[in-house]
């Protein structure tokens, strides 16, 4: 059975730092492309990061996030996992992480998912 269990948001200053957590059973991780998503309220979907599966760990941002977030992976603990740096208040949301289909390109225009968690909500507010 494959679980996804994000963990690690919360309420933030503008400006502050979170780290979220996902962890994984169920399936090979570290055979896997594997993503964050959030969703702001009354928005659709937004992809933020990707991580590859390759030892050298490709990893790719939307431009919103680039240069303040940082994707990362651990196989051995079969865990994803999202710094978010400089926070600001439009990165509010409930972040998701996800599988991205398998044989997928990395640097596909667009991801399909086949797995998400529940989600974990971050708020950025003063």
């Known amino acids: 059975q494959v679980q996804l269990v994000e963990s690690g948001g919360g309420l933030v200053q503008p400006g502050g730092s979170l780290r979220l957590s996902c962890v994984v059973s169920?399936?090979?991780?570290?055979?896997?492309?594997m993503s964050w998503v959030r969703q702001a309220p009354g928005k659709g979907p937004e992809w933020v990061s990707a991580i590859g599966t390759t030892t050298a760990f490709i990893r790719r941002y939307a431009d919103s996030v680039k240069g303040r977030f940082t994707i990362s992976r651990d196989n051995a603990k079969n865990t994803l996992y999202l710094q978010m740096n400089s926070l600001k208040p439009e990165d509010t949301a409930l972040y998701y992480c996800?599988?991205?289909?398998?044989?997928?390109?990395?640097?596909?225009?667009?991801?399909?998912?086949?797995?998400w968690g529940q989600g974990t909500q971050v708020t950025v507010s003063s």
């Open positions: 996800a599988r991205v289909k398998g044989s997928t390109n990395f640097w596909a225009t667009a991801y399909e998912y086949d797995y």
């Open positions: 169920g399936f090979s991780f570290s055979s896997y492309i």
